[in-house]
């Protein structure tokens, strides 16, 4: 299905109400059926969290402000300054680890933790000396504001929109009501959600792919990712994918990169592999202690930050 099969808002009602057989609203209101697609959307999003964004500050200060961003940060995943990712922590947490923390160490540090205050303020710590710039990338609320706007979830869950508007129609009160019908809705709505379950987890093992507002997959940034969507300059250079050489034959298990990894996934036919267990590597070496054998196909994901 193609990014452009996804539905404006007007279509994904119009969907709703042939299956509660009012074409013309006698029963239902636009706005009340416009408030369910809302409503589902930011369901499924929540669950999966499909969507996402990003965000660039530069300051000095160790506590920003986030007013330049439309949506409240449902949390904070990924956030770097300067190139550097930051932890995040805690108010509390920190508080364990040092003691007057707010106080602690001089302007001229790397901060290393992030944390919230509320849904537009974060504070770094320890608090900067210089200028810098922060990306900060996560998951959004997307809200239909316009009947001409399209949804910003995939389009391939869109068909289970209908059952979740026919659901919670039949079961406000008012003539049209019918508990009966709303249950079986329900249950029609709850099996879409597995089956998406079931495609997002298949087809997109470990969240390595989402969707962004723009329409385009792309690479998660443990990865991937360039810097056409806001986020940093160098993250093709500092991650990449490639095919460790050696022969694959059920006797070799050691294998060259191209460069030495600060951090290495390894990948055996699809399939994670535990370092310490599956492999150890120094340098540009691995050791596989799971041989691969003919056939098989070993993918390493290396960062070198």
Not at 39 to 60: G, R, Y
Not at 126 to 151: C, K, Q, R, S, W
Not at 217 to 230: C, N, P, V
Request: charged content about 20%; overall charge neutral.
């Amino acid at each position: 299905m193609a990014f452009n099969d996804r539905w404006t808002l007007s279509e994904l009602r119009t969907s709703a109400r042939r299956v509660l057989a009012d074409p013309n609203g006698r029963f239902w209101s636009d706005v009340e059926l416009s408030n369910y697609v809302n409503e589902w959307q930011c369901n499924l999003q929540d669950q999966f969290e499909f969507t996402w964004n990003t965000a660039t500050l530069t300051s000095s200060l160790s506590t920003h402000t986030l007013s330049n961003i439309a949506t409240d940060l449902m949390r904070l995943d990924a956030v770097y300054w300067n190139e550097y990712r930051l932890n995040g922590r805690t108010k509390q947490n920190l508080e364990d680890i040092v003691r007057e923390w707010r106080a602690a160490l001089s302007g001229s540090s790397k901060p290393r933790a992030i944390y919230q205050n509320d849904p537009r303020t974060f504070s770094i710590w320890p608090p900067p000396g210089t200028a810098g710039t922060i990306v900060l990338e996560y998951p959004i609320e997307p809200v239909f504001n316009h009947d001409t706007d399209v949804m910003s979830i995939p389009a391939w869950t869109k068909y289970n929109c209908k059952d979740y508007v026919a659901y919670k129609a039949y079961l406000r009160e008012g003539p049209a009501n019918s508990p009966t019908k709303a249950m079986r809705y329900k249950q029609r709505w709850e099996a879409g959600v597995k089956r998406i379950r079931t495609i997002w987890d298949n087809y997109f093992p470990g969240k390595a792919l989402r969707l962004q507002p723009a329409s385009s997959y792309e690479y998660d940034i443990l990865f991937a990712r360039g810097s056409t969507d806001g986020a940093r300059n160098d993250d093709m250079a500092l991650f990449f994918e490639e095919t460790p050489s050696g022969s694959v034959n059920g006797i070799n298990g050691t294998f060259t990169l191209t460069a030495a990894p600060t951090e290495l996934i390894l990948l055996l036919n699809g399939l994670t592999l535990t370092q310490g267990v599956d492999y150890t590597y120094t340098g540009y070496t691995v050791t596989m202690t799971t041989i691969p054998q003919t056939g098989d196909l070993l993918r390493a994901y290396i960062y070198r930050g």
